[in-house]
């Protein structure tokens, strides 16, 4: 099971941290992805964090403003989000391919958690 939270309102230019808990595997053989959906559009990835060599990735609209990270020891993921603009609202998703690699498709993830939702404005 994947669990998202940490989710809430804040202005713009303010800062959240989301926390993934994973339960039932353990996180040190299995990549996890951010991904969020906003009113009226499609789920997007945001940010994935693979157990491969510690290899992270990010979409180009988060780039230096999103940090994910994980310790593996309390089997969980975390997305840092500074610098927070209104068009990152959104629900917040945390999910796993099952696999140690991230991958572009969100048809590769097979495990989601709940969604938090995450509102900026002022």
């Known amino acids: 099971q994947l669990q998202a939270s940490g989710g809430g309102l804040v202005q713009p230019g303010g800062s959240l941290r989301l926390s993934c808990a994973v339960s039932g595997f353990t996180l040190d053989y299995y990549a996890i992805g951010w991904f969020r959906q906003a009113p009226g559009k499609e789920r997007e990835g945001v940010s994935c964090?693979?157990?491969?060599?510690?290899?992270?990735r990010y979409a180009d609209s988060v780039k230096g403003r999103f940090t994910i990270s994980r310790d593996n020891a309390k089997n969980t993921v975390y997305l840092q989000m500074n610098s927070l603009k209104p068009e990152d609202t959104a629900v917040y998703y945390c999910?796993?391919?099952?696999?140690?690699?991230?991958?572009?498709?969100?048809?590769?993830?097979?495990?989601w958690g709940q969604g938090t939702q995450v509102t900026v404005s002022s």
């Open positions: 999910a796993t391919p099952g696999r140690i690699t991230c991958y572009s498709s969100l048809t590769e993830y097979d495990y």
């Open positions: 964090s693979s157990s491969s060599e510690g290899s992270t």
